[in-house]
């Protein structure tokens, strides 16, 4: 069993920044990528980031390209997820994903393609 914890939610107004961080946890497992999702009231959920631990490729959402950056700490099992020039749009409960079987880089962006997921953290913008 698998367990992703979230961290770094809050409330914060537009322009500023938050930093998410998502650890892994369990028995024998391996991390292929880890990834970020949000889900906003009446939505559905979107793909905003992920990065594959092999290697570092990112994928990214195009309304977050240059704002958000998404990184990883191999040894420590842990994805971050830096989100500077914050919008109310980015509004969303933020979860993270790990993926433990090797894929392409376009699965990162696909929900399938995880195994597991966080409860997930609250980010809030006020305009």
């Known amino acids: 069993q698998v367990q992703l914890v979230e961290s770094g939610g809050g409330l914060v107004q537009a322009g500023g920044s938050l930093r998410l961080s998502c650890v892994a946890s369990?028995?024998?497992?391996?991390?292929?990528?880890m990834g970020w999702f949000r889900q906003a009231p009446g939505k559905e959920r979107e793909f905003v980031a992920a990065i594959a631990w092999n290697g570092g490729r990112t994928r990214y959402r195009d309304s977050v390209k240059g704002r958000f950056s998404i990184s990883r700490d191999n040894a420590k099992n842990t994805a971050y997820l830096q989100m500077n020039d914050l919008k109310p749009e980015d509004t969303a409960v933020y979860s993270c994903a790990c993926a433990s079987r090797p894929g392409l880089v376009l699965d990162l962006e696909n929900g399938g393609y995880y195994d597991y997921w966080g409860q997930g953290t609250q980010v809030t913008v006020s305009s």
């Open positions: 369990g028995r024998s497992f391996n991390v292929y990528a």
